[in-house]
């Protein structure tokens, strides 16, 4: 019996193209080695495809923003988004941020570093990506817009007041966030 099944566009397509932090990636779509899978989320294909361990997977779930990236830039939680949704995207993960030259730590990087606003760190590039997304979009965030763009993180090492304090350090001078 003949295979009478027209073929599918979507399924003639084998590689999706990433650029992440500056690199380009082309990636094979399928169950081989080193292909990404259709299920595969993007925490997953960074983590385990690319190397890129700096994205944390806690929770799995959405909840806690340990995975946060940012994708065409805006947060987004990797956990929860499929690697083949993301074909032709531009992706920034932590290894993204410090300067590739010199090594020098990203401004809010150092001031994370200053204000002690990390304990443990597993939740720290998370949390350093969606404040990077913020503060992309303004470069002078108010306490209240930081904190907003906090509140989808779950941390139970630190205070959140470090991290508003770090942002603040790192976005303005003294005294433009009462």
Do not use: W
Not at 131 to 140: C, E, I, R, S, W
Request: glycine letters at 8%.
């Amino acid at each position: 019996m003949m295979n009478t099944r027209q073929n599918d566009p979507e399924q003639e397509r084998r590689t999706i193209h990433l650029k992440v932090n500056d690199k380009d990636y082309a990636l094979a779509i399928g169950d081989t080695v080193g292909a990404v899978a259709p299920s595969d989320t993007l925490a997953h294909t960074l983590r385990e495809t690319l190397g890129l361990t700096g994205t944390k997977i806690s929770c799995d779930q959405g909840s806690c923003g340990a995975c946060t990236v940012i994708m065409n830039g805006k947060s987004i939680l990797s956990c929860m988004t499929l690697t083949i949704e993301c074909d032709g995207a531009r992706i920034i993960t932590i290894e993204g941020l410090a300067d590739p030259a010199t090594g020098q730590l990203h401004p809010l990087q150092q001031a994370f570093v200053d204000n002690s606003a990390f304990q443990c760190g597993f939740c720290t590039p998370g949390i350093l990506m969606s404040t990077k997304a913020l503060v992309d979009q303004n470069p002078h965030p108010t306490r209240d817009a930081i904190q907003h763009a906090l509140s989808g993180h779950f941390c139970r090492c630190i205070s959140h007041y470090e991290v508003v304090d770090a942002v603040c350090q790192a976005t303005t001078t003294e005294g433009d966030h009462d």
